[in-house]
């Protein structure tokens, strides 16, 4: 991956979320606040234009900027959680312009611990966990038995949307959804879906 295709990665996925933002109201309306389409729209349209107004040199910077400003734009839990992960997993890449496969699994890697650390989720707990960890693991075994970028992004987002639309038979363990108990089952996690959407926007580019 080189900074053009970060940024790039970045404004797909930006794309993909303001395309989206309605359904992820709709599903966040169910078990949450109601807001998750419209704070993730406004922070990564924010990541898009902080991005063109000082552009980074590195792979590592592209995704700490992207995440410091999710962190300060998008309110409620989703800036946090997004912010760190992608902040986490910049500052987890080494330093140029280009960095490999490995290199991205590793601080990808990084970043979802620091999720996990951050809002107390494991797989199963309906969140965004159930999206990113089995992309993740299906992007560093694509990696590991050599598949090219846009093989390994493309098994990525597959799992990730798979890992998504599993979390409807589930309780919710974690976030506002938790408080409905039961009544949580039945719907899919908004956090999962819109992880999965970040993942489709990677295999889009690569």
Do not use: C
């Not at 989206?20 to 406004?42: E, F, K, M, P, W």
């Not at 707990?125 to 846009?150: F, M, Q, R, S």
């Not at 639309?165 to 108990?181: C, D, F, I, W």
């Not at 089952?185 to 970040?198: E, N, V």
């Amino acid at each position: 991956m080189d900074v053009a295709l970060a940024r790039d990665w970045m404004r797909a996925a930006a794309g993909l979320i303001a395309a989206d933002a309605d359904r992820l109201t709709q599903l966040d309306s169910a078990i949450g606040d109601g807001d998750h389409g419209v704070n993730l729209n406004r922070g990564f349209t924010a990541v898009v234009a902080a991005l063109e107004k000082s552009p980074p040199e590195t792979v590592s910077e592209v995704l700490v900027k992207a995440g410091t400003t999710l962190m300060s734009r998008v309110g409620g839990a989703s800036g946090p959680l997004y912010g760190t992960a992608l902040r986490t997993a910049g500052k987890a890449l080494p330093a140029g312009a280009e960095v490999r496969p490995a290199d991205l699994v590793a601080a990808l890697h990084a970043g979802l611990d620091a999720v996990r650390k951050l809002g107390g989720a494991a797989p199963g707990d309906k969140t965004l966990v159930d999206a990113y960890a089995p992309a993740l693991d299906a992007l560093e075994k694509a990696v590991a038995e050599g598949a090219g970028p846009a093989g390994a992004a493309e098994a990525a987002a597959r799992a990730a949307e798979a890992g998504a639309e599993a979390t409807v038979p589930l309780r919710a363990r974690k976030g506002r959804a938790s408080y409905l108990g039961e009544r949580s089952i039945g719907h899919q996690d908004p956090g999962a879906t819109s992880t999965a959407l970040i993942f489709r926007a990677l295999a889009d580019v690569s």
